[in-house]
């Protein structure tokens, strides 16, 4: 049973370009969820998704977009880089009316902008 | 805003003994409160959920309490072992999204 995967692993972008992160959610998990980690720091909540469908969003410019396809799997774009939007890029998974559903995360995305 | 504060940034504790790292809350109250591990370079795993009407949950040597009156939570790791080395993340679930606190990195010295 595959976990959360998310690629790439690792990224280099320079200021000023776009970026896209993908993401596949565990087997049977129809939420989810990014959030950006930065060095020494807790991960912080970008948006989730459900349904195809921007649920929740934390306070992240509109430069920090997204989408959910038929099959769960996620995008996250970053449109414009900043120095500032270097960080681990997390995704996780969830499984909506499953009560109190713990995130399933992987192992992220290093995106550095120089 | 929702925030979850961890107090310390780094713990270190001699092996055998128990680790207990504090999770604070404020401006809002959490249904429930989760611990999450994380090792260098992976995403977050989770450990324990504990709701706001439960007082304490145990899961094999880790333990974690709910004190609604402190806005606090306390994680305990008992009989240390240096695998338990990493840093562990707090994360409180209110209007509706999963909001974390910076972590305590916890050091088991052998």
């Known amino acids: 049973d595959a976990g959360v995967t998310q690629s790439p692993t690792h990224l280099i972008k320079t200021r000023g370009q776009q970026v896209t992160l993908r993401c596949s959610p565990k087997?049977?998990?129809?939420?989810v969820s990014w959030y950006q980690q930065a060095l020494g720091q807790g991960p912080q909540f970008i948006f989730q998704?459900?349904?195809?469908?921007?649920?929740q969003r934390g306070n992240f410019p509109d430069r920090f977009s997204g989408h959910q396809f038929p099959n769960y799997s996620s995008e996250l774009n970053v449109n414009a880089l900043l120095l500032g939007d270097s960080a681990l890029y997390l995704c996780?998974?969830?499984?909506?009316?499953?009560?109190?559903?713990?995130?399933?995360f992987g192992n992220g995305t290093r995106l550095t902008v120089t | 805003s929702q925030k979850i504060e961890q107090n310390s940034e780094a713990l270190n504790i001699q092996e055998g003994k128990t680790a207990t790292l504090t999770c604070n809350y404020t401006?809002?109250?959490?249904?429930?409160l989760q611990w999450y591990r994380q090792d260098p370079g992976r995403g977050p795993v989770f450990l324990l959920l504990?709701?706001?009407?439960?007082k304490e949950k145990r899961k094999e040597r880790l333990k974690v309490t709910f004190d609604t009156t402190l806005k606090q939570s306390l994680f305990h790791i008992t009989a240390s072992q240096p695998a338990d080395s990493a840093t562990y993340l707090c994360?409180?679930?209110?209007?509706?999204?999963?909001?974390f606190g910076t972590g305590t990195r916890l050091t088991i010295i052998p």
């Open positions: 994360a409180g679930f209110g209007n509706e999204k999963l909001t």
């Open positions: 996780a998974s969830s499984r909506v009316g499953a009560g109190y559903s713990p995130l399933h």
């Open positions: 504990i709701r706001e009407n439960e």
């Open positions: 401006n809002y109250s959490p249904a429930y």
């Open positions: 998704y459900y349904e195809e469908e921007e649920r």
């Open positions: 087997s049977g998990h129809d939420t």
